[in-house]
């Protein structure tokens, strides 16, 4: 790609966020666009817009932006809990690493880089020439300059780890001082039991009750069984999307819709009243979720919910062998009551099993697949390799402005319309594997987005650009990182409510994925040393890698069991805190219904249609 090419890119990509910065503060002001763009506000009755045809209303306006970095963490902490006061210390961790990497390349390297004359070019035409002659390639073989880079590998490295311990320092403290200020939370004194062992004549809810009754005697409070609910949800869903059909049938009180044919999709049969229709399948529908509520009871499945009267006792039972055969009462942490995610309880473990295979060769083949579009990207930005799949475009890729657009912002355009599609992808993979928590999905979902990214745009551009035609790639592996270093250097708190709380924990996997980009950049600085005929450069970054590994190692023993459990002194003192509450007793209460599945509750449907926009579902009993 060209300079010239890049700048084109930048221009376009600048230009479109600056309309669609435009467009976003009009229409965030517009009442008619609150659902969309203040959903937070809107269901907290907090949306104050005014009239909607003011003339301010139609002026562009950017104060938003000032406001949405102006609340504190307190603030934050406050309204959306801890996990957005990560989020946002992950994306200042972000700016900072990337503002330290601008700042060295941009006014150390690259300047160094253009000076080089390994690549032999004219300098004469800026714009026109390719970005290689501002990257380490065009640095002579042997030149002393290259010890520039090396140093920058090195002060780079130390600024990033000293980044990642400070984050990692200040996140688990803060994560502790979250836990002592919050009000008691029903997955802290709560542990998800499996394996229940079968015993004749009695149920699973009896076998907890005095298995429970009988070993933790003086702290144990109550449990919810896990029934087999799919049939029940399944009605539920159906009677919602009729209900959703009467209602917008009566919110458009059009004659010529409300009547109808019986048979053959509205179109032969019997006229009939849709209305009067809907109505009475509905009341059939709710006889049969009663029905079947009635008889799910005995459907139980070997898991249940048994929550205790102090945090210490639910982390002894979830960390402690509890049966003599460990394949029986398996206990966890239980996730919060917003995060159990219901349909993989009753999934037998041929099941799981099963779907676990199915994930793990999706996974492969979308990352396969996905070699189609990168390999086209790749193809955009070198116009001589596009001349030679269509040479019947060789006449228009010659118009200057047409070959910039096509190399310089096409490609990224492609590639990030393909790659839209992978997070929504990872997260329906990761919803069936098992996991009995939203937030263990979501994670789930961001490590495989994760190695899907790192092998697909990076490893498989690289291979697709250059390194893909170089069969020693494959055949000679102590030589990839010789390989790389030559392929590389060439195409490199008004909307979100929060539904869940996990404390921080995807911090660590922020820390995991930089530690491995560190290190990949230590592989490829050592294959750049050698290649550029510096083996003493190279040879002196070997321990840089070994080095980090080593931080990354006192890391995980000094912070990672902070986000795996709270600690006993933490626990135990915040237990004796609770018992001075004089609300303890009510929590208590609504701690043994907590866990209950979110379909065992009776439901009724409202005939309002003004309440379009609200829950269809109304529960009239915890």
Same mark, same amino acid.
């Given at each position: ?369 996905? @070699?189609?579009?990168? +390999? !086209?990207? #790749?193809?955009? $930005? ?5 001349? &030679?799949?269509?040479? *019947? =475009?060789?006449?228009? @890729?010659?118009?200057? +402005? !047409?070959? #910039?657009?096509? $190399? ?5 355009? &492609?590639?990030?319309? *393909? =790659? ?203």
């Amino acid at each position: 790609m060209i300079l010239s090419a890049l700048l084109t890119s930048v221009g376009i990509n600048v230009a479109l966020c600056l309309l669609f910065l435009i467009l976003y503060s009009i229409l965030k002001r517009k009442q008619s666009y609150a659902n969309i763009y203040l959903p937070r506000l809107v269901s907290e009755g907090k949306s104050q817009l005014g009239d909607e045809y003011s003339f301010e209303r139609i002026l562009p306006s950017v104060n938003w932006v000032k406001r949405a970095w102006q609340p504190s963490e307190e603030e934050l902490l406050a309204n959306s809990g801890f996990d957005a006061v990560v989020f946002m210390r992950i994306i200042t961790f972000g700016l900072r690493v990337f503002g330290v990497a601008a700042i060295i390349g941009i006014c150390v390297l690259v300047p160094f880089n253009y000076m080089g004359n390994q690549l032999n070019m004219d300098f004469t035409d800026l714009p026109n020439k390719s970005l290689e002659s501002f990257s380490i390639s065009n640095v002579d073989d042997g030149s002393n300059r290259l010890w520039i880079h090396f140093c920058a590998v090195y002060v780079f490295t130390a600024v990033v780890c000293y980044y990642l311990y400070s984050e990692y320092d200040y996140i688990s403290c803060k994560r502790i001082g979250y836990f002592y200020s919050s009000k008691p939370q029903p997955h802290q004194f709560t542990v998800l039991v499996r394996s229940i062992p079968k015993s004749s004549g009695s149920s699973f809810s009896d076998r907890v009750e005095s298995f429970f009754t009988e070993y933790y005697g003086s702290t144990y409070l109550s449990h919810s069984m896990v029934r087999r609910t799919s049939k029940l949800k399944g009605l539920i869903n159906n009677a919602d999307k009729l209900y959703r059909r009467l209602v917008h049938l009566k919110s458009k009180n059009d004659t010529q819709q409300r009547f109808g044919r019986a048979s053959f999709m509205g179109l032969f049969g019997k006229r009939v009243d849709r209305l009067d229709s809907y109505e009475k399948k509905l009341e059939d529908m709710e006889d049969n979720v009663r029905t079947e509520r009635s008889t799910i009871a005995g459907k139980e499945v070997p898991a249940a919910f048994v929550s205790f009267k102090s945090r210490f006792s639910a982390a002894i039972a979830s960390h402690i062998q509890q049966g003599v055969k460990p394949t029986e009462w398996i206990t966890e942490p239980a996730p919060d009551p917003k995060d159990v995610y219901w349909p993989f309880f009753s999934a037998s473990f041929l099941k799981k099993w099963m779907c676990n295979i199915a994930v793990i060769v999706a996974c492969v083949l979308i990352t396969i697949l996905f @070699l189609i579009p990168v +390999i !086209i990207v #790749q193809g955009l $930005t070198h116009l001589e390799q596009l001349e &030679i799949w269509f040479p *019947f =475009l060789k006449g228009i @890729l010659n118009i200057k +402005i !047409i070959s #910039q657009v096509i $190399t310089g912002y096409l490609p990224s355009l &492609i590639l990030e319309m *393909f =790659l839209s599609f992978v997070p929504p992808v990872m997260v329906v993979l990761s919803s069936i594997q098992g996991y009995i928590a939203l937030s263990q999905i979501e994670k789930s979902a961001c490590i495989k987005v994760l190695w899907f990214f790192i092998w697909n745009i990076f490893f498989a551009n690289v291979l697709s650009g250059s390194a893909l035609y170089r069969v020693e790639f494959f055949l000679e592996p102590k030589r990839i990182p010789e390989i790389l270093a030559v392929a590389v250097p060439g195409q490199l708190l008004n909307v979100y409510a929060p539904k869940f709380e996990t404390g921080g924990k995807f911090w660590p996997v922020v820390h995991d994925s930089t530690i491995f980009s560190l290190i990949l950049m230590h592989v490829i600085a050592i294959g750049i040393f050698g290649l550029k005929k510096v083996p003493l450069a190279s040879s002196l970054t070997i321990p840089l890698p070994i080095l980090t590994l080593v931080f990354n190692s006192y890391c995980q023993r000094r912070f990672l069991p902070m986000f795996k459990s709270y600690p006993a002194e933490c626990l135990i003192n915040k237990d004796r805190h609770d018992q001075r509450d004089p609300t303890i007793a009510s929590f208590y209460d609504k701690l043994a219904t907590a866990y209950q599945d979110p379909a065992m509750n009776s439901v009724r449907y409202s005939g309002n249609s003004d309440r379009i926009n609200s829950p269809l579902l109304h529960s009239v009993e915890n």
